[in-house]
C-alpha cells in the first residue's frame, strides 16, 4: 500500500509562484514515475509533468516553461515549482506514483488557486 501526501497548494495573483511537495511512503517498487495531474471544474484530470524512473520528464503543454518537477529519491519526494501562474491554473492538483508491479496510486489531492 503507498500513501501520497501532498501539501503547498493555496491561493495565489496571476503571475505568483508556488511551490508544492508530495511525499510518498509505504512500498514503492522500481522503478516508478512519480508526478502531477490537475482537474479543473467540469473538466478532466489532465497530467500536468512527470518524472519517469526519477530521470526523464514530461510537461503538459499548458505549463512547459513555467512549471519544473524534481524529485528526491532518497526520500520519495517530488515537488511541482510553478512560477507565472495563471488563472487557468486553477484546478485541484493530485500526486501520483506508479509501477509496474503495483499500479498507480494518487494522492488525496490540494487546491491551487490563481485569482486574476
Known amino acids: 500500500q503507498v500513501q501520497l501526501v501532498e501539501s503547498g497548494g493555496g491561493l495565489v495573483q496571476a503571475g505568483g509562484s508556488l511551490r508544492l511537495s508530495c511525499a510518498a511512503s509505504g512500498v514503492i517498487f522500481s522503478p516508478n514515475d512519480m508526478g502531477w495531474y490537475r482537474q479543473a471544474p467540469g473538466k478532466q484530470r489532465e497530467l500536468v509533468a512527470t518524472l519517469h524512473s526519477g530521470k526523464i520528464t514530461s510537461y503538459g503543454d499548458s505549463v512547459k516553461g513555467r512549471f519544473t518537477i524534481s524529485r528526491d529519491n532518497g526520500k520519495n519526494t517530488v515537488t511541482l515549482k510553478m512560477n507565472s501562474l495563471k488563472p487557468e491554473d486553477t484546478a485541484v492538483y493530485y500526486c501520483?506514483?506508479?509501477?509496474?508491479?503495483?499500479?498507480?496510486?494518487w494522492g488525496q489531492g490540494t487546491q491551487v488557486t490563481v485569482s486574476s
Open positions: 501520483y506514483v506508479q509501477s509496474s508491479v503495483s499500479g498507480r496510486s
